[in-house]
């Protein structure tokens, strides 16, 4: 009894903590957040040249031949809802679940939508601050030329904060979940996002239900490849943050795991020291809940 008391002390304090510099660090991005926008709007060449050779899957003939139509660089195919269904009218996307009319959830913060970038399919993000959009282009200036399973940046619009992302051919891990029968969408479950203690017990509900049905869906070479990328990330001095089902790719031909959103990330110039060491348990913490 007295054992689990001191496990249970010992487990407060450490959330205590952990909550106590992710506050210092949101405070100190927030201070940053102008002087790195401006770095980064300085050096978009780079950062878009960096993913020159990056990831991309050209769009199929029809597509092509509407862009030529069209005569436009980009065309927008549709809008992705909060449980990641595309709503479109075209009906030669495949291999993407469907939003219908009437059944479109609407996203809580970044707007996402599908387009033909250049020939190839990217999803564009609309941020609704300018913050997420300084954390996702941080954290991809870090990767430039890396070796890690992520998106490649097409192109970035400083002035309405977008970033046009290389789309990653394949199956979300989470909606691959749900088809097992995992019952995580919100549309299938229902919960009031006003609400954060909801919000929570929504969350730990769909841990429970997608970790049921994980194996069933994926091996363990695939979860250690996972951790892999993960630490690869770490050696760059990002911390995701955002370890979740929902944003991991399985990618339709090398069946690797892509990592695809990092607007709620962290990025450090040193991966060595405390506070870094800090996140990046955080960071583990939630892989090892969701997939050991």
């Not at 990831?55 to 195919?77: F, G, H, V």
């Not at 290389?166 to 009031?192: C, M, T």
Request: glycine share 6%; hydrophobic share 40%.
């Amino acid at each position: 009894m007295l054992k689990q008391f001191g496990i249970f002390v010992k487990k407060n304090i450490y959330r205590l903590f952990d909550g106590s510099i992710r506050r210092s660090e949101r405070i100190k991005r927030r201070l940053l957040c102008k002087i790195d926008f401006q770095l980064l709007k300085k050096n978009k060449q780079q950062i878009l040249d960096g993913f020159i050779n990056g990831y991309k899957i050209k769009a199929n003939e029809s597509l092509l031949q509407l862009a030529d139509i069209q005569n436009k660089r980009e065309i927008i195919i549709g809008e992705f809802d909060g449980d990641g269904f595309l709503y479109t009218r075209y009906n030669f996307i495949s291999d993407i679940p469907k939003a219908t009319d009437g059944h479109f959830i609407n996203r809580n913060r970044n707007k996402i939508y599908f387009v033909v970038k250049d020939g190839y399919f990217a999803l564009k993000k609309s941020y609704g601050n300018r913050q997420s959009f300084v954390n996702e282009i941080k954290a991809f200036y870090k990767l430039v030329n890396s070796n890690c399973n992520i998106p490649s940046i097409f192109d970035i619009d400083f002035n309405d904060l977008t970033v046009t992302l290389s789309f990653i051919e394949g199956k979300v891990l989470r909606e691959e979940l749900a088809r097992q029968g995992a019952k995580v969408r919100i549309r299938d479950v229902g919960w009031n996002p006003e609400s954060i203690l909801e919000r929570r017990k929504f969350v730990e509900k769909k841990i429970y239900e997608m970790k049921k049905y994980l194996l069933k869906v994926v091996d363990g070479n695939f979860i250690d490849n996972l951790e892999v990328e993960i630490n690869k990330l770490h050696s760059y001095g990002i911390i995701n943050n955002d370890i979740k089902y929902q944003n991991i790719i399985i990618e339709k031909y090398s069946k690797e795991p892509f990592i695809i959103d990092f607007e709620n990330s962290y990025v450090f110039n040193k991966t060595k020291g405390w506070k870094f060491n800090r996140f990046r348990k955080i960071d583990k913490a939630a892989f090892l809940k969701q997939f050991k």
